[in-house]
């Protein structure tokens, strides 16, 4: 297989779903999404495709523009949708999209956007390549 079509299927096999509902313990004073826990469940499911992308031990090493394009509302749903973009040595990158959904209705649409990169390290904490 040569290394590109290694990467997608790596790429596609690491997509990372995750559906949460906004609950009222998740939300500020706005009674809208707090962005720290919008940011919290941003790196878990970068960490998740990252981690399932190369199966190696990662750490975050930087968040790179996070958007809030609106505020997400209580008594809604977001699916988080974490894809890996890029891969170094030793480092790879994953955007994660937040899109937002009415519960009682059909479609949704990207409230929030990101950029994660990670670096692979071996049992002494020191960098290590991504792939073998």
């Given at each position: 297989m040569s290394h590109n079509a290694e990467f997608l299927n790596r790429q596609q096999e690491s997509e990372t779903r995750i559906?949460?509902?906004?609950?009222?313990n998740t939300t500020n004073?706005?009674?809208?999404l707090f962005g720290g826990?919008?940011?919290s469940w941003m790196d878990e499911a970068a960490f998740?495709?990252?981690t399932r992308f190369c199966r190696k031990p990662l750490v975050t090493v930087s968040t790179d523009r996070i958007d809030f394009k609106e505020p997400i509302p209580a008594g809604t749903f977001v699916e988080?949708?974490?894809r890996?973009?890029?891969?170094?040595?030793?480092?790879?990158t994953v955007r994660v999209d937040i899109c937002i959904e009415s519960m009682y209705?059909?479609?949704?649409?990207q409230a929030i956007n990101g950029e994660f990169k990670?670096?692979?390290?071996?049992?002494n904490r020191r960098p290590t390549p991504v792939l073998d």
């Open positions: 559906v949460k509902a906004i609950f009222p004073h706005h009674n809208t826990q919008a940011l998740i495709s990252a988080l949708v974490a890996v973009t890029q891969v170094g040595r030793t480092s790879l209705a059909d479609g949704q649409h990670f670096v692979a390290i071996d049992e």
